[in-house]
């Protein structure tokens, strides 16, 4: 059974509790948190639903409860404690076509009560579908210490500014605005209790028709989506992720990283596929540069880290010259990820005090990289994207005096579901690697030890 979830309008709307106990009570707290009208079937009431019916929070019906009882009702709550009347009243209350929630009876509910967090008018409810209420109460309670008790106070201010923005921020502007309303100066001075500085900064940015230090020109973030697991990304990446008006990915970024983007935001994919020419960088750089001379909030996300094999170079030299901000937020590059998959550390004191990454994949026409003048004693070579040429990298590790028993890792598609991890001996890798079918992403992490003699590589 699945709930769809969703918020309802409850003023002037009537909802209906079938019961006087504490059960009973439970269910009109929450409902008095809106502007429904409570009507309490029952033949006596608890105290504190006694007060409630007092105060004219609600109305008390005490005759016979029949299929009129639950006409017109937004909304029924079964709570008198007995399971056997409330099956009863069950059938009754869906005889009048009303939608039912049964406390404890998940299997006669229409609807679910989720827990709540209330910072009015910001809400988040929390729901397992009647299955784990227990977890529900525990989420709740982290999210109540994570959310700012000023947070509901602040949103009302915000929201009676909404008119006045509209009237006096150009549309283009308004994203940014915002961002720069509950992200910066105005929700720090709020949080901190200075509340007549927070709406006077949010009354002069309106007045001057966007936020302060706003331009014209969008930006650019150069973002490391990592290896893959959605959970291995920054902080900073998620939230640019969500403020992004438009999303420049390629093939190695998975699906569930897109996951965490806005749900508006334009996506847009640029997957370079090896011996194609379909996205060539030069065609990204315009793209990208395009957008964000629009007005746009760009982000373009890579694999891994940016910085990192990831061509950042070319996009941050176009943006420059063209003036626009540009920012790299970097991310879990894959040998660290290798190295989490292998549960075994990049450096170890007195084993390994150097690590050199290096690629196997060049640019055409680039001659291939002396990799064994790199493996030094000591050392940990990682090399990105070299399966293809394991042979050859193989060949150039033993002619430059490696060992052939060197230690070697390949891991592919690390953190992934369908990571693949291969251990072996440098003189059979490439063999290994063809009898294992791994394809890139993969790494090749190659140990290179601490004691080779002085005439074991060119470089010694």
């Not at 099956?87 to 049964?102: M, P, S």
């Not at 891991?411 to 059979?428: F, G, M």
Request: charged letters at 25%.
């Amino acid at each position: 059974m699945k709930f769809f979830p969703m918020f309802l309008k409850m003023a002037g709307r009537r909802v209906v509790i079938a019961g006087g106990g504490e059960q009973a009570a439970q269910k009109a707290r929450l409902v008095l948190k809106t502007e429904a009208a409570l009507t309490l079937l029952a033949p006596e009431l608890e105290d504190e639903l006694q007060a409630m019916v007092a105060e004219g929070r609600a109305v008390h019906n005490t005759g016979p409860i029949t299929t009129d009882s639950f006409s017109d009702a937004a909304l029924v709550f079964i709570a008198t404690g007995c399971p056997g009347l409330d099956a009863a009243l069950h059938a009754v209350a869906k005889a009048a076509g009303a939608t039912v929630n049964v406390v404890d009876q998940p299997d006669l509910c229409d609807a679910t009560t989720p827990s709540i967090v209330d910072r009015d008018p910001v809400v988040l409810a929390i729901g397992t579908e009647g299955t784990a209420p227990v977890l529900a109460r525990r989420l709740k309670t982290d999210l109540e210490v994570m959310l700012d008790p000023r947070l509901g106070s602040f949103a009302a201010l915000a929201g009676r500014l909404r008119d006045a923005v509209a009237k006096r921020v150009p549309q283009h502007k308004r994203r940014n605005f915002w961002r720069w309303t509950f992200n910066e100066e105005p929700w720090q001075a709020h949080k901190r209790g200075a509340e007549r500085q927070a709406a006077d900064l949010l009354k002069q940015a309106i007045a001057s028709g966007g936020a302060p230090r706003a331009s014209d020109l969008g930006q650019i973030s150069l973002v490391g989506a990592g290896p893959g697991a959605r959970d291995l990304l920054t902080l900073r990446a998620v939230e640019r992720l969500q403020e992004a008006d438009i999303i420049f990915y390629d093939r190695l970024v998975d699906p569930e990283v897109m996951e965490l983007a806005r749900r508006d935001a334009e996506r847009v994919y640029v997957g370079k596929v090896l011996g194609t020419t379909q996205w060539p960088q030069h065609r990204i750089n315009e793209v990208v540069l395009r957008a964000a001379q629009q007005g746009q909030r760009v982000v373009r996300l890579k694999s891994g880290d940016p910085s990192i094999f990831g061509r950042a170079v070319e996009e941050l030299e176009t943006a420059r010259a063209a003036g626009i901000p540009v920012e790299i937020v970097p991310g879990v590059t894959a040998a660290s990820a290798a190295a989490a998959a292998l549960t075994r550390p990049l450096t170890a004191r007195g084993e390994t005090d150097r690590v050199t990454l290096t690629t196997g994949t060049l640019r055409p026409g680039d001659n291939q990289p002396d990799w064994a003048q790199m493996a030094l004693p000591g050392s940990l070579l990682v090399l990105y994207m070299a399966v293809h040429k394991a042979d050859e990298v193989q060949a150039n590790l033993l002619e430059g005096g490696l060992p052939g028993d060197t230690e070697v890792s390949v891991v592919a598609s690390a953190s992934h579901p369908h990571e693949k991890i291969l251990d072996c001996a440098l003189d059979e890798m490439a063999e290994a690697i063809a009898a294992e079918g791994i394809q890139n992403p993969a790494v090749l992490m190659i140990r290179c030890p601490k004691d080779m003699a002085q005439g074991d590589s060119k470089q010694m």
